[in-house]
RNA sequence: GCCGAUGUAGCUCAGGGGUAGAGCGUUUCCUUGGUAAGGAAGAGGUCAGGGGUUCAAAUCCCCUCAUUGGCUCCA
């Protein structure tokens, strides 16, 4: 027996190692500079210690800093070091989880007894330096199920007593660094040492285990980086995306407001922002027209049988807007919470034949939903918004098309509007639980593979979920992230078996029998408030020229110009144009600055020599001088631009 | 809904038991100008609402409401 191994780099080239070498060692056997950022190593794949000895052949990758398992090792060595300053600073608090995740690292923490106070967290910041740069070693141990519940026991946490109770003998390890010790699988950082810069980012409860049931923990989320400079720019660069958020340049640009009075989310649209909503929903009737579509318009409320038949009422009806009385009839009514089941009422106003399929029901439909207070936020998540919807009603074999139909519209949607970033996820039945759904097996199967096929032949970016389905249908959801990279659900293309037969909806066959037909729900915005809301930060309020509230500004040099102003202005509106005329008395400096400032793509200066050549002077927002053009010339500019971007 | 934070002029924010502050915006006047801020004067507040402590509360305490960071939820 050899007491040599083999170890292959990612580059394919072998090199020859003495039993028990660990992946620093090897890393210093090739340099020195890349042994001092090693921060973990992938071992036939698997993340792992980079000091721990390996002693058979094996694959190596060296993990750094600029490996996303690299900072995540280095984020979850950094919980450690957190909950290590946090003993140290509160002694007896207890530990619930300390993971890393997408932009750094969490720990709960029951404060229990203990006088924690939330508005100091640099007193904990410098301790956690403190120890780090002791650069104590993070040290693995394997531990018997019996002594780690010993150890928890005698330490009295009845959070990782309870983590135990899931785990298998034998599969247990702890970790120690300084003088803390914790349950865990690592993997780990060599050393302390390697954590130069930490910043403890907010505070905020959470519940243990994920279980509202269960006792509320204190989540502290914090970030660390191996250089400070790269700490300062992580900061600008939060700093920079709150400049995008979507309420600030919302009240910025006048957009849509909130008032106590009306309600907690309930978004009151102001008239810029009308103008924005409405052009986005002619953009979009416009794009449905021509796939088909045909428009409906349904009551802001329905009766509550109609939500007992469709099924919503028993899922939702008790933590919800509560019912409508009137006085005299005691008739009840609900608040629309979903447009789906007037949708099926219009399709059962008269029978259909096979021939009329698909049907194809589009509606801006206004919906109120009983959110949770806390939920609210914005415009991304509000109690009364409005969906732009349509159903789908189709037969079994139609379902792959129309589907597919609605993802081109989907993308057509998106790059009309310079949406690049965002994601697919296909969600799936749990093959565990068939019990949980509704709907033939076969049918089921279908519509799945459909959906697959159309996210792989359309190309999207998609993931898949299972068990994430609804209990009616598969369905696919576009999902994008705020400024703050937050991730929210926007489009989404669902088939549902449910309500066409709660509902009973028919259609006659060729066979001159009755047939169930299936439901596609689909929603490309999914509601005008969020997509807005993310549309904003997307563009930092920069909106596309069709869609800018105000595309222009006539910006005269002085009084003198006015009238020429305002004709250039009534030019403008014949042909679509729309804007204002900056009529105070400023400098055009001024005007200038704040036009830009309210981000209005094209600023019309006209003066002397515009008004006798019957020309503007053209200013493009960020961009400066752009040159002068005759009137005509400029609607022509305009025009093709829209054009440009419409494509 | 739960845990935490915040709430002062239209907006952004300072102040912190003893006469309510700034910048921007707004109004009026002067100025009539050429590509990111011309000048002057004025108006504007029950310091979120309610209760308490105090000789005295915007300030300290309690409650409510709203906003907000998360958690849970999301047809």
Not at 548 to 569: C, R, W
């Amino acid at each position: 027996m050899s007491d040599q191994i083999t170890i292959t780099l990612p580059d394919g080239s072998k090199r020859s190692y003495e039993k028990g070498v660990s992946a620093l060692d090897v890393a210093s056997s090739i340099s020195e500079g890349l042994a001092r950022n090693v921060l973990a190593a992938k071992i036939d794949g698997e993340v792992k210690d980079a000091f721990r000895p390996i002693d058979e052949d094996v694959s190596l990758q060296l993990l750094t800093w600029s490996d996303d398992e690299g900072k995540s090792t280095m984020w979850h060595s950094s919980a450690h070091l957190m909950a290590e300053a946090l003993e140290a600073l509160y002694p007896g608090i207890k530990l619930g989880i300390g993971p890393s995740i997408e932009n750094g690292f969490y720990y709960d923490i029951d404060f229990e007894g203990v006088d924690f106070d939330s508005d100091n967290l640099e007193i904990i910041e410098k301790k956690m330096l403190e120890l780090a740069r002791e650069k104590n070693a993070f040290i693995r141990k394997e531990i018997s199920k019996s002594d780690a519940v010993a150890y928890y026991q005698e330490k009295g946490d009845e959070y990782k007593l309870e983590l135990l109770e899931g785990l298998e003998d034998g599969s247990i390890s702890f970790y120690e660094q300084g003088k803390f010790t914790d349950l865990c699988r690592g993997p780990h950082i060599p050393h302390t040492g390697y954590i130069k810069a930490v910043k403890i980012l907010n505070v905020a409860g959470a519940y243990w285990r994920g279980d509202e049931n269960r006792k509320q923990l204190t989540r502290l989320y914090a970030i660390s980086f191996p250089k400070q400079k790269e700490l300062k720019e992580h900061l600008e660069m939060l700093e920079q995306a709150k400049q995008r958020d979507h309420r600030k340049i919302g009240k910025e640009l006048e957009l849509f407001t909130f008032s106590e009075r009306v309600g907690k989310g309930l978004p009151l649209w102001l008239p810029k922002g009308a103008i924005l909503r409405e052009r986005l929903e002619g953009f979009l009737k416009k794009s449905q027209l021509k796939a088909g579509y045909d428009q409906v318009v349904t009551p802001h409320i329905g009766a509550k049988d109609l939500y007992v038949t469709s099924g919503h009422y028993a899922k939702y009806g008790e933590d919800s807007f509560q019912p409508i009385h009137t006085p005299a009839e005691d008739e009840e009514f609900l608040l629309k919470p979903m447009n789906c089941p007037h949708h099926c009422e219009i399709y059962k106003s008269k029978p259909r034949s096979y021939k009329d399929l698909p049907v194809r029901y589009a509606e801006f439909g206004t919906v109120y939903r009983y959110e949770q207070s806390g939920e609210l936020h914005g415009l991304t998540r509000v109690r009364g918004f409005t969906q732009d919807d349509a159903h789908i009603f189709c037969t079994q074999d139609q379902v792959k098309s129309e589907f597919g139909n609605v993802v081109d519209l989907v993308l057509y949607i998106f790059s009309s509007l310079g949406f690049k970033d965002f994601t697919a996820q296909v969600s799936l039945r749990d093959p565990e639980k068939p019990e949980k759904y509704i709907g033939k097996d076969e049918d089921w199967e279908k519509a799945e593979k459909a959906i697959e096929e159309v996210a792989e032949e359309k190309g999207l970016d998609y993931i898949i979920e299972y068990g994430e389905a609804a209990f009616y249908g598969p369905k696919l959801d576009f999902m994008v992230r705020d400024a703050l990279g937050r991730k929210w659900q926007l489009g989404t293309v669902q088939v549902d078996y449910s309500l066409p037969d709660r509902f009973e909806l028919e259609y006659i066959g060729r066979d001159n029998q009755k047939h169930r037909p299936v439901m596609i729900h689909r929603a490309p915005f999914g509601s005008m408030e969020r997509f807005i809301a993310i549309l904003i930060e997307n563009c930092a309020g920069d909106f596309p020229l069709w869609l800018a509230p105000d595309q222009i500004a006539i910006l005269p040099i002085s009084e003198k110009y006015h009238d020429y102003a305002k004709g250039l202005y009534g030019e403008l509106q014949e042909q679509d144009i729309r804007g204002f005329i900056d009529e105070r008395d400023e400098k055009i400096g001024k005007k200038i600055r704040d036009a830009e400032v309210k981000k209005i793509p094209y600023m019309l200066i006209v003066g002397e020599k515009e008004s006798a050549d019957g020309a503007v002077s053209v200013r493009q927002h960020r961009v400066g001088d752009i040159g002068s053009m005759k009137k005509e010339e400029f609607v022509g500019f305009f025009h093709n631009k829209v054009a440009d971007l419409l494509k």
